[in-house]
């Protein structure tokens, strides 16, 4: 069964696997390496490599969103360099917590609809 982007999308932040949609794909909350292959219906997750993309897009967007911010937050008050150091530093590492799992689970699904194994490939 060929799924929707939506739903793809909604299962990916769940981190759940893009066949079944049963979470999660990674062995822990810190961590990009998934597991071997799905607990639930025995979906080969390694052999859908995302690559560097999730890392590329998500770096990408954090430059146009955070850029602007600081800019923006720098011109309303006045707060010393170091202060937007550790506050832009602790922001951009946060984000990269919070998003990188989900968007590389998403990237794996696109993968596993686009290239093979939803065809039966
Ligand atoms: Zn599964």
Redesign the pocket.
């Known amino acids: 069964m060929i799924k929707k982007e939506s739903v793809l999308l909604k299962q990916s932040l769940k981190c759940g696997?893009p066949?079944?949609g049963?979470p999660s794909i990674f062995p822990h909350k810190f961590t990009l390496e998934t597991i071997e292959k799905?607990p639930?219906?025995d979906?080969k997750i390694k052999d859908h490599d995302s690559g560097d993309g999730p890392a590329f897009f998500l770096l990408s967007a954090l430059c146009f969103i955070i850029t602007p911010l600081a800019l923006w937050l720098a011109y309303v008050i006045e707060i010393p360099l170091w202060a937007h150091a550790c506050l832009w530093t602790f922001v951009c590492v946060g984000l990269c917590l919070v998003v990188l799992q989900p968007l590389k689970t998403y990237f794996i699904a696109l993968n596993y609809k686009h290239r093979g194994g939803a065809h039966g490939v």
């Open positions: 696997c066949k079944c049963v799905c639930s219906c979906l």
